[in-house]
């Protein structure tokens, strides 16, 4: 008896009459035959068992697959990898190589243009009479107090009629010089002069002495007489040495400054404390005339014993210069000293005019009040560094395009006073790339330069 087909006979049925996949054309009703061929039925089932499997099997590994995608695994693909491309880098900047050559440049300062040496400006125990000033040679004014104008300067005038001398007649150190002649009308007038009160030295009629002699009489003793006897000898005449006298202290710029006689006895002759201190270096570079203001005790002929007026001498480094006074002129000192600082020597010039005081006391009141200023002047003195040896003075780049740094050899240091003020300055002429070989370094009285090297 036939048996029945069950629902999977019919699916199978159905997939072994068409394909997958395409729909099947509705067919005529046809009368169903008897299956006569079971090997084959078999057969077809087992193979759309096996369609089926496979369907399922990828619908399950299609589902893992994207549940693990999800879950950020990535699934590697079976084929050959391929190289991926390297990131780009970006690479930076170069910076110049410090041996790459810059554009050659014009030689600059690598210090500041202007110094002002540190501290407070020193403060001198300045006279309460008349007017004063004080410089250190080579350095500076330190400073000065009272009245500018011209006044009278008693004996102070014999430093012009020395210097004036020995211009015309030089005389080296140890050297007498010619011979002077005293005339009758000049050893005449000695007893005359001597009892006014002038300050004098013997002298007598047709006697000779040389020329240094009479220069010690003049300066050591101060005598009057000798500046006449002098200035005679020199010009034939007073007036006419003292016209040279004038144009001697025009040609040091003493503007305000007049002469009126050779001895100063006269308040004709009149000068400042500031056009001294332009006569006094002048003055002590003649060897002699240093060496004689410097001398507090010697003898010339007729006079064995002569003693200078100046008892500053000495004491704080005095050397001289001269004292005046009158009682026009009051108490007057033209001083000069030497004072050492850190193994330096400096030279202190001051003047002092009309300092007031009774007769017997002008004297001294100058002394002390030139004293005060000596002391008070070399204690101010200090050593000042400008530049030290090391310290980049100068930069440029060269020709070659190599930046250069110059420095000093060796510590550039001046005996100052605090509040000083120094200038630098490189050549205005040096060309682009080429380096300076001298600093040039402005202090307020000169100017000098320094050797550059490079560091």
Same mark, same amino acid.
């Given at each position: 008896?036939?048996?029945?087909?069950?629902?999977?006979?019919?699916?199978?049925?159905?997939?072994?009459?068409? !394909?997958?996949?395409?729909?099947?054309?509705?067919?005529? !009703?046809?009368?169903?035959?008897?299956?006569?061929?079971?090997?084959?039925?078999?057969?077809?089932?087992?193979?759309?068992?096996?369609?089926?499997?496979?369907?399922?099997?990828?619908?399950?590994?299609?589902?893992?697959?994207?549940?693990?995608?999800?879950?950020?695994?990535?699934?590697?693909?079976?084929?050959?990898?391929?190289?991926?491309?390297?990131?780009?880098?970006?690479?930076?900047? !170069?910076?110049?190589?410090?041996?790459?050559?810059? *554009?050659?440049?014009?030689?600059?300062?690598?210090?500041?243009?202007?110094?002002?040496?540190?501290?407070?400006?020193?403060?001198?125990?300045? !006279?309460?009479?008349?007017? %004063?000033?004080?410089?250190?040679?080579?350095?500076?004014?330190?400073?000065?107090?009272?009245?500018?104008?011209?006044?009278?300067?008693?004996?102070?005038?014999?430093?012009?009629?020395?210097?004036?001398?020995?211009?015309?007649?030089?005389?080296?150190?140890?050297?007498?010089?010619?011979?002077?002649?005293?005339?009758? %009308?000049? %050893?005449?007038?000695?007893?005359?002069? *001597?009892?006014?009160?002038?300050?004098?030295?013997?002298?007598?009629?047709?006697?000779?002495?040389?020329?240094?002699?009479?220069?010690?009489?003049?300066?050591? %003793?101060?005598?009057?007489?000798?500046?006449?006897?002098?200035?005679?000898?020199?010009?034939?005449?007073?007036?006419?040495?003292?016209?040279?006298?004038?144009?001697?202290?025009?040609?040091? +710029?003493?503007?305000?400054?007049?002469?009126?006689?050779?001895?100063?006895?006269?308040?004709?002759?009149?000068?400042?404390?500031?056009?001294?201190? *332009?006569?006094?270096? $002048?003055?002590?570079?003649?060897?002699?005339?240093?060496?004689?203001?410097?001398?507090?005790?010697?003898?010339?002929?007729?006079?064995?014993?002569?003693?200078?007026?100046?008892?500053?001498?000495?004491?704080? +480094?005095?050397?001289?210069?001269?004292?005046?006074?009158?009682?026009?002129?009051?108490?007057?000192?033209?001083? $000069?000293?030497?004072?050492?600082?850190?193994?330096?020597?400096?030279?202190?010039?001051?003047?002092?005019? +009309?300092?007031?005081?009774?007769?017997?006391?002008?004297?001294?009141? $100058?002394?002390?009040?030139?004293?005060?200023?000596?002391?008070?002047?070399?204690?101010?003195?200090?050593?000042?560094?400008?530049?030290? $040896?090391?310290?980049?003075?100068?930069?440029?780049?060269?020709?070659? +395009?190599?930046?250069?740094?110059?420095?000093?050899?060796?510590?550039?240091?001046?005996?100052?006073?605090?509040?000083?003020?120094?200038?630098?300055?490189?050549?205005?002429?040096?060309?682009?790339?080429?380096?300076?070989?001298?600093?040039?370094?402005?202090?307020?009285?000169?100017?000098?330069?320094?050797?550059?090297?490079?560091?």
């Amino acid at each position: 008896m036939p048996k029945e087909p069950g629902p999977l006979d019919a699916l199978l049925d159905s997939h072994s009459s068409r !394909p997958a996949g395409r729909p099947t054309a509705p067919q005529r !009703p046809t009368s169903r035959r008897p299956t006569s061929n079971r090997p084959a039925d078999r057969r077809g089932r087992a193979w759309i068992l096996a369609v089926v499997s496979f369907l399922v099997i990828a619908a399950l590994s299609a589902v893992v697959a994207l549940t693990q995608f999800d879950r950020g695994v990535r699934v590697t693909p079976t084929a050959a990898p391929t190289a991926s491309p390297t990131p780009a880098v970006v690479a930076p900047t !170069p910076s110049p190589s410090p041996t790459e050559p810059q *554009k050659p440049s014009k030689a600059k300062l690598a210090i500041n243009k202007r110094l002002t040496a540190a501290g407070p400006k020193p403060s001198l125990p300045w !006279p309460t009479s008349g007017q %004063a000033k004080v410089e250190i040679a080579g350095v500076g004014v330190i400073g000065h107090s009272g009245s500018t104008r011209s006044v009278p300067i008693a004996s102070i005038t014999k430093v012009m009629t020395a210097y004036t001398i020995l211009r015309d007649h030089p005389l080296s150190s140890g050297q007498s010089g010619p011979k002077i002649t005293v005339t009758a %009308a000049e %050893a005449a007038a000695y007893p005359d002069q *001597k009892a006014n009160g002038e300050s004098v030295v013997v002298v007598a009629a047709g006697e000779k002495i040389t020329e240094r002699q009479a220069l010690t009489g003049l300066l050591v %003793a101060s005598g009057g007489n000798m500046a006449n006897i002098l200035a005679r000898w020199d010009a034939g005449s007073v007036p006419a040495f003292v016209a040279k006298m004038n144009r001697n202290a025009r040609r040091l +710029g003493m503007t305000s400054t007049h002469y009126a006689d050779a001895s100063g006895l006269s308040s004709g002759s009149v000068s400042t404390a500031a056009d001294l201190l *332009k006569l006094a270096p $002048a003055a002590m570079a003649k060897p002699t005339l240093a060496e004689l203001v410097g001398t507090q005790s010697t003898a010339i002929p007729l006079n064995p014993v002569i003693n200078n007026p100046n008892t500053l001498l000495g004491v704080h +480094g005095v050397i001289g210069i001269k004292t005046g006074t009158t009682t026009t002129a009051g108490g007057c000192l033209l001083f $000069a000293a030497r004072r050492e600082v850190d193994g330096h020597t400096s030279t202190i010039y001051g003047a002092v005019l +009309g300092i007031s005081g009774d007769r017997s006391a002008i004297h001294s009141n $100058a002394r002390d009040a030139g004293d005060a200023l000596v002391v008070g002047a070399g204690d101010s003195l200090h050593r000042i560094a400008l530049l030290r $040896a090391g310290q980049t003075v100068a930069t440029l780049v060269d020709q070659k +395009g190599v930046p250069v740094k110059l420095t000093v050899a060796k510590t550039v240091s001046v005996t100052g006073w605090s509040g000083q003020k120094f200038r630098f300055s490189l050549p205005t002429s040096l060309r682009t790339g080429r380096a300076p070989t001298k600093l040039t370094v402005h202090t307020p009285t000169r100017t000098f330069t320094v050797k550059l090297v490079k560091q």
